[in-house]
């Protein structure tokens, strides 16, 4: 196959490279039948995705000259990793999901279909087989990646009611809701901000509940306040800022690194609080530049970061799924006006014990 851009993505693009109600209990998730190979071609109708991003964001593709430009700056600002001025602007953050999410969200969309996490999340109702639903907790999935490639997987294999709560360190609300409008429209979902405020007779049922939440938050503040709260008589002293123990499946995708980049002691405990917490059977699932880009030091020494995952995790969790170093290529009768990245990563996929 004809290859784009052989550069694999390192973190940011530019360094290189509903609440989903649920009444009736349900039976608990399979372990995925994992035989699928990530490098098999992706889907065509991934394209879609493409098309979904260029019509919500038509106006900056209409003004070219002006939108490279913001590229420009905020490829700048992340090349020199001045984090605080690439994200200052509600016009950087749009110009910089225009240009990276896009070949994100058709590389997870891929990893979610290929790897059947929807059905491994949400089980399978006996009677009629459809994927029951799951929520999503996905760790630095503000830029619209995640969400993106999850509406895309709930369309494809019809699954209503599926809940994703983003959780950024960056204030992505707005795009948020940029993304939420274009589901709706474009796609036929149902992609709801809060769920329990939804007057249900307005609810168009020939669509699929697709529920997307954003929460702006430093997610290694969830371990001080864990610390925090768990001094007072036995019981939390204060709510905990994430509940993870109310999640099917928690992402970090090409986040990780930045986690451990902030704090390694931060991460490390954070890492340790999802295992005290999640519950048993949630997934959790890690994406991250395959290479040394991904190598964390320890005192003296190196590690891949794949391989300070596996150890953090050895004690509560199995892992189902891994891949050292494998590549998501863009198929190259994929259109888009911007650049598409092709994306050499790793991957992890845990399930709690
Ligand atoms: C390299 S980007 C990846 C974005 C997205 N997951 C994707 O793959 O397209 C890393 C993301 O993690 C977020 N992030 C970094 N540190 C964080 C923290 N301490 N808490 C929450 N989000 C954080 C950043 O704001 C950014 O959106």
């Not at 609440?19 to 035989?35: E, F, H, V, Y």
């Not at 200052?88 to 240009?99: F, Q």
């Not at 036995?234 to 970090?252: H, K, N, R």
């Not at 986040?255 to 980049?261: D, R």
Request: hydrophobic share 40%; glycine share 6%; proline share 6%.
């Amino acid at each position: 196959m004809p290859q784009k851009s052989s550069r694999p993505t390192k973190g940011y693009g530019g360094r290189g490279t509903a609440k989903g109600g649920r009444s009736a209990p349900r039976p608990t998730p399979m372990l995925p039948q994992i035989t699928t190979v990530l490098s098999e071609e992706p889907d065509p109708t991934e394209r879609d995705l493409l098309t979904l991003v260029q019509s919500i964001f038509r106006p900056l593709f209409a003004a070219p000259v002006a939108l490279a430009a913001t590229i420009q700056t905020v490829k700048k600002s992340l090349f020199e990793r001045d984090y605080l001025n690439a994200f200052s602007l509600p016009e950087y953050l749009r110009a910089y999901v225009v240009r990276w999410s896009p070949s994100r969200a058709l590389c997870y969309a891929h990893v979610i279909d290929r790897l059947d996490i929807l059905a491994a999340a949400g089980g399978r109702d006996p009677a009629t087989d459809e994927i029951l639903p799951s929520r999503w907790l996905c760790i630095g999935g503000g830029a619209g990646g995640e969400v993106l490639a999850l509406a895309w997987n709930a369309r494809k294999h019809a699954v209503s009611g599926v809940d994703v709560t983003a959780v950024d360190i960056a204030d992505w609300a707005d795009v948020f809701d940029d993304i939420r409008g274009g589901l709706d429209r474009k796609w036929d979902m149902q992609p709801t901000a809060d769920h329990e405020c939804q007057d249900a007779d307005a609810v168009d049922s020939a669509k699929l509940e697709f529920t997307m939440d954003f929460r702006e938050l430093d997610i290694l503040d969830a371990t001080c306040a864990a610390e925090a709260g768990a001094s007072v008589d036995g019981e939390p002293a204060v709510e905990p800022l994430v509940d993870f123990s109310s999640f099917d499946v928690i992402t970090s995708l090409f986040t990780t690194n930045e986690l451990f980049a902030q704090s390694r002691v931060r991460t490390m405990k954070l890492l340790s609080l999802i295992t005290e917490t999640a519950k048993p059977g949630t997934l959790f699932l890690v994406i991250e530049s395959a290479g040394s880009y991904s190598d964390i030091t320890v005192g003296s020494r190196t590690f891949p970061l794949h391989f300070l995952l596996d150890h953090a995790l050895e004690m509560g969790w199995k892992c189902v799924h891994k891949n050292d170093a494998t590549w998501f290529r863009v198929p190259e009768d994929f259109k888009y006006p911007l650049q598409l990245e092709n994306m050499r990563f790793f991957v992890r996929l845990y399930r709690k014990l």
